[in-house]
Structures are given as structure tokens and as C-alpha cells.
């Protein structure tokens, strides 16, 4: 098993630098080329949200990614510092602001789950991680 670790500031300049490296390292590992603009995308959305997350709880901690390759297949997992005790929880009082917030959350994570067959969302009080998997196709093995 090989692991790709990144870690990078929570600014969103950053996010392009992610959905680059995941890219590449999804096709060395063998994901599918047709696949490879869903992974940029998933990617690009995961770390977005991540780093959403980490501004808006003035966390300055970095967002950490890492791209793991498996035998059969290929995870990326994002993960964040920014607490919480689940996904789509909202903010006690119901601000207009954590209201916001919470619908562009789950904007995003519906948008990484149409993009990704097999994704995993978990969160709680010391942060979130998203591990979205693809399958893999060993080298020299030709898709029929």
C-alpha cells in the first residue's frame, strides 16, 4: 500500500494544488482515464469544503489530504479540524449564517456523493474526513 500525504493551508488557492496532485497520483495507481475528471472534481469539492470549514471556525491548522493505492483500488481522504458532532447538524439559535452554512455543506457532500460511488462522510467534535474510494485496474491489465 502506497500513501500520498498532503497538508496545506486552509486558503483556497490551495485547492487547485490538491485536485492536481490527486489526479495524477489517481491515474499512476491505475484509476480508469474516464474516471479521472470525477476524482479531480470530488477532490476539488472535498477540499473546498474543507477549507470552508477551517475559515469559517478560524481554525489554523492545515487541511490534510491523503491519496492512499491499494491493490484493487484508489482513496482519497480529506480531512479537517473544524468541529462538529455530525454532518448536516445545524448551529444552536438557527442563525441565518450557520443556516447558510449548513445548506452549502450539504450542497457539497451531495455533490461528492453523485460523483462517487463509494464515499464515507464522518465528522464529530475534533474535526471531519471524507474517504472517497475508486476501483483500480492492475497495470497491464486491459479493459475489455
Not at 472534481?41 to 475559515?55: D, I, K
Not at 482519497?76 to 443556516?99: K, T
Amino acid at each position: 500500500m502506497a500513501t500520498v500525504e498532503l497538508r496545506f493551508s486552509a486558503l483556497p488557492e490551495h485547492v487547485r494544488t490538491a485536485r492536481l496532485v490527486a489526479a495524477a497520483v489517481a491515474r499512476r495507481a491505475g484509476v480508469d482515464e474516464a474516471v479521472l475528471d470525477e476524482v479531480r472534481l470530488a477532490v476539488g469539492e472535498a477540499c473546498s469544503r474543507a477549507v470552508g470549514l477551517h475559515q469559517s471556525a478560524g481554525i489554523t491548522e492545515p487541511v490534510r489530504v491523503a491519496l492512499i493505492e491499494d491493490e484493487k483500488q484508489f482513496s482519497i481522504e480529506v480531512g479537517d479540524d473544524a468541529p462538529r458532532s455530525s454532518p448536516g447538524d445545524h448551529a444552536p439559535g438557527g442563525a441565518a449564517d450557520a443556516d447558510v452554512e449548513t445548506e452549502e455543506d450539504e450542497m457539497g457532500l451531495a455533490v461528492i456523493s453523485g460523483l462517487v460511488d463509494d464515499v464515507e462522510v464522518t465528522a464529530g467534535e475534533n474535526g471531519g474526513l471524507i474517504r472517497m474510494t475508486w476501483p483500480t485496474t492492475p497495470p497491464g491489465v486491459a479493459l475489455t
